[in-house]
Nanobody
Framework: QVQLVESGGGLVQPGGSLRLSCVFS????????MGWFRQAPGLEREFVAS????????YYADSVKGRFTISRDNAVNAIYLQMNTLKPEDTAVYYC???????????????????WGQGTQVSVSS
């Protein structure tokens, strides 16, 4: 059974940076497309970024493009989300997700992912 464990969340001032990590276990990591989603209080969960298996093509929400970077390390079965120039509106619980056979047009779709982590809180406030 695939398990995902996120870490790296916390409280940061506006303009600051955080790096989230997600460790994958229980499957063949390199076969999975991986993604980050987030959910702010009172709002639906939304797509943040994803990285395809094998070639590692990346995709971003417009709201984070140029500020966030997703990466993966197949040697240690992990993905990362480097978040720079954080804004108060980035405050949310961030979730790691994994899915197999996700086509490019579906990488931003929550239902395309089969496995989810428990989430890590990111709070951006002065």
């Amino acid at each position: 059974q695939v398990q995902l464990v996120e870490s790296g969340g916390g409280l940061v001032q506006p303009g600051g940076s955080l790096r989230l990590s997600c460790v994958f276990s229980g499957g063949t990591f390199r076969s999975y497309t991986m993604g980050w989603f987030r959910q702010a209080p009172g709002l639906e969960r939304e797509f943040v970024a994803s990285i395809k298996r094998y070639g590692g093509a990346t995709y971003y929400a417009d709201s984070v493009k140029g500020r966030f970077t997703i990466s993966r390390d197949n040697a240690v079965n992990a993905i990362y989300l480097q978040m720079n120039t954080l804004k108060p509106e980035d405050t949310a619980v961030y979730y790691c997700a994994a899915g197999m056979g996700i086509i490019t047009s579906s990488v931003r779709t929550e239902s395309a992912y089969d496995y989810w982590g428990q989430g890590t809180q990111v709070s951006v406030s002065s």
